[in-house]
């Protein structure tokens, strides 16, 4: 078994893509790391779904504030510039196309960019949240993600076979071993991690791949 | 008219059962009435239907929850069998291994539930407050909750048609209310109370509390007083 990178490192990777000024939502789990990622010297502004803007580090120990979580349940440190309003107004921010950039898990993606991310079907029932809403919403959807589901599967594949989240809204797909962007044409590997070669990483993907020109290691 | 109430209890008790009633709780406690959602169950309507973000996650994980509390939310109402349908965007536990209370009722087909994106379950509540009755979102189009619904296509690009939601009464926490039910929320525990409060025929509030009128600044005021009913105080010993 080749090493595959942790959660940390994807988070790093996909805060690369931040550029200074985004306005920015991140889900739930690995995404909720890349605040912790981006680079000194840029600005990125946060907006939660629990109706905060501009939301800076996380609580310390002891000075957590139940009035002040993101979406994740995170407790957030009160910081001068942040603002809170309603949920119908997050939404408007999210659907009117005020934010740039949404970074979001998923179960499945398909070759054409479609995002399954709500409900494992054997479950019966699911969480759907804001993730609708985000995928149609926000100018750019990243989504960051292990490669493969627990039994190995791969969870890029040709169609969606679980819920659909939202169909071709996907742009980048951040993984624990390869960054794969979403074409016109399909899927184009742009990125390996340490070790892997593209063989390797189509041999974990259910989809062909395009190899990209000057395939590169993963740069964080 | 006199909107201040003296207890939990006396607010709530005309409540009847098959009410439909909005009741905020983002997911944490900050933003729950905890103590109105307390004396509901000790009231027992039946037979609600719940118009909530989730359909409560406090008994099985602590999102939002400062350490070492146990928050109140309307899980118990579930527990208490109360519930016979819930309107909502996030109904289950997070993590398949500790299902709530909710989510074993449903296995055993004792609850409704009307899955609905988040943005859509605030715009069909805000329209609601706002006589709005049905609008188009892009939100759901080409999933399973857009079944069965009208899709129209405006340049270019399809939306789904939603109906808009109302509630016999809302359950809503606030920061401060004036005497005559002017309000203001704090931080994030605003989010779906500010657009709740507006949709429902009687919205009744909890507070940390209720100050003179003058105290709190005409601009600053997140709800104005029309919308709101009832106002109880949060005392010492009551959920926080």
Redesign the interface.
Known sequence: MKDRLNREIIAMRVAKELQDGDVVNLGIGIPSLCSQFVPEGKTVIYHSESGVLNYGPMAEDGLEDQDLINASGQFLAPVDGMSFFSSSDAFAMIRGGHIDVTVLGALQVSKFGDLANWMIPSRGIGNVGGGMDLAVGAKKVIVAMEHNDKNGASKIVNECTFPLTSKSCVSLIVTDIAVIEVVREGLKLLECAPGWTKEEIQSETSVELIFAEGIQEFSL | MNKIFNSFEEAVSDIPDNSTLMIDG??????TSQNLITALRNLGSKDLTVIS?TAGLASV???????GKTPVDIGILVENHQIKKVIA????S?S?SRPTAF?KA??KHEVE?E?????????R??AGGAGIPAFF?????????SEGKEIREFQGKQYVLETALKADYALIRA?KSDKLGNLI???????????MVTAAATSIVEVDKIVNIGEIESSLIDTPLIYVDRIVEIKENNER
Request: charged letters at 10%.
């Open positions: 983002f997911a944490g406690p900050g933003g973000n994980i602590g999102f939002g929850t400062l350490p965007s996030f109904p289950v997070p398949p989510e449903y296995a539930l899955l609905v994106p988040q943005g859509t379950l605030a715009e509540i805000r979102t892009p939100t759901g189009v080409g999933t399973t909750v920061y929320y704090r931080g994030t525990s605003k989010n779906f109370n500010s657009v």
